[in-house]
């Protein structure tokens, strides 16, 4: 889970950088992330595994766990919405962010840190073999 967590924050960097650099060099993209909450998928089964605390809770808490198609809402909020900002981070809106329907989500601190961000870019183009000028 802590190298899940930090691809998932490395997203969101990426993301943000891109509505940067779109911004600064005009062109036209508009960078919106999105996050699902917690839904009732096999992502805590497969990932953890079941006997893990989050695949155990998954099983035994599912109740908790929003259907998936209640997840996904947040990202169609963000392609298709346009009320969905461009550098905007959109997730579900009850339970500290784990169900419900689209809003504004927290952003986390280290989001923020724009050396890290061009870092970030730096390392994807160099992996991709990808510029953008």
């Known amino acids: 889970m802590p190298v899940y967590s930090q691809s998932k924050l490395a997203c969101l960097m990426f993301a943000f950088e891109l509505q940067r ?3 600064a060099a005009d062109w036209g993209i508009a960078s919106i992330a999105a996050h699902p ?3 009732r998928t096999d992502l805590q089964h497969s990932a953890p595994g079941r006997w893990s605390p989050i695949g155990v809770a998954r099983s035994v808490l599912w109740f908790l766990f929003q259907p998936a198609a ?7 909020f963000a392609a298709t919405s346009s009320q ?5 981070y959109y997730g579900p809106d009850r339970l500290s962010e784990t169900r419900g329907y689209p809003v504004l989500a927290k952003t986390p601190a280290q989001t ?6 061009e870092r970030l870019w730096q390392v994807s183009e160099a ?7």
């Not at 969905?84 to 905007?88: F, I, L, M, T, V």
């Not at 923020?112 to 961000?117: C, K, N, T």
């Not at 992996?127 to 000028?133: A, D």
């Open 70 to 76: 209640q997840g996904v809402l947040p990202t169609l």
């Open 21 to 23: 650099r779109s911004e």
């Open 127 to 133: 992996l991709t073999g990808t510029r953008f000028s």
């Open 37 to 39: 909450g917690i839904s």
């Open 112 to 117: 923020l840190d724009r050396v890290a961000a």
């Open 84 to 88: 969905a900002e461009p550098g905007g």
